[in-house]
């Protein structure tokens, strides 16, 4: 007999406005506590020294998660140049250290067309990416170095907003970005460009796909709710499943049909297109989940929530 899970069966979506400091993971479980929920999943870390949009998914929304992890982000970076460091931002050991008084805002704009559009980047050593089992940042902290393969990203947005001249000369960037990004590694290859070094002293992420910051919560206004045991204005903070969703097409469809695919069976529907992935309706705008288009026309299920 399977075990019972402890806690709420409550599903839905989440956005933390994650507090710097904390790990994702760390966040992640003390909202599955908060919410007395059953399960929770977060949707791509954040590094400690980041803040921002966290979507923590809840019950059934732990099976779509990975459409979030797959989702482009944004990023407001502050950078500090003339300064290298071993993990690429403020926590790190200063590695290398250059004058950048000359350094002006000319000069960074006209480096930052060569890191729009497709980009090969080197993921940092102090990141989560394994190597024979072993996350590349416990490597890391032992004086390991090992070679890591470029890899393709997309900046569909790099934009200075600020700059500021001096010594020790620092820079406020808009970053949007594809999935898999490494914003140090960003932040590093352009002081590189630059040649005078640089590394992240702050990050804030300002969207993780279709959500922003608006939508963000934070733990304390969470918290506050828990304490006056206000589940139900807990439960009115986060967004239904399939708002994480809506980049795919949609279809609804008809009772039987949706029973036999409920059962997993592939069905005919009319108002599919020719392949890909779509978000399912029933006839009462209930969300069923995602399913698939085959070769052969038919509607196939690949992910759907319990009923």
Known sequence: MARRRKGRQVDGILILDKPTGRTSNGVMVAVRAIYNAQKAGHTGALDPLASGVLPICLGEATKFSQYLLDADKAYLSGVRFGQRTDT?????????????????????????????GDILQVPPMYSALKRNGRPLYELARAGIEVE??????????????????????????????????????????????????AHIHSLRRTQAGPFNLEQSYTLDHIQALRDQQDFDGLDAL???????????PSITLPETTAYYLLQGQAVQANGLPESGQIVLFDEQQQFLGVGEVQEDGRLKPKRLIAH
């Open 238 to 248: 986060l967004l239904p499943i399939e708002s994480a969703l809506g980049h795919l």
């Open 148 to 197: 890591r393969p470029a890899r393709p990203a997309h900046i569909s947005r790099f934009d200075m907003l600020e700059f500021n001249a001096s010594e020790a000369a620092s820079g406020l960037f808009d970053v949007a970005c594809s999935k898999g990004t490494y914003i140090r590694s960003l932040t590093d290859d352009l002081g590189q460009a630059l040649g005078v070094g």
């Open 88 to 116: 690429l931002d403020a926590e790190g050991e200063v590695v290398e250290e250059k004058p950048c008084g000359e350094l002006t805002a000319a000069q960074v704009e006209a480096a930052l067309v060569d890191f729009r």
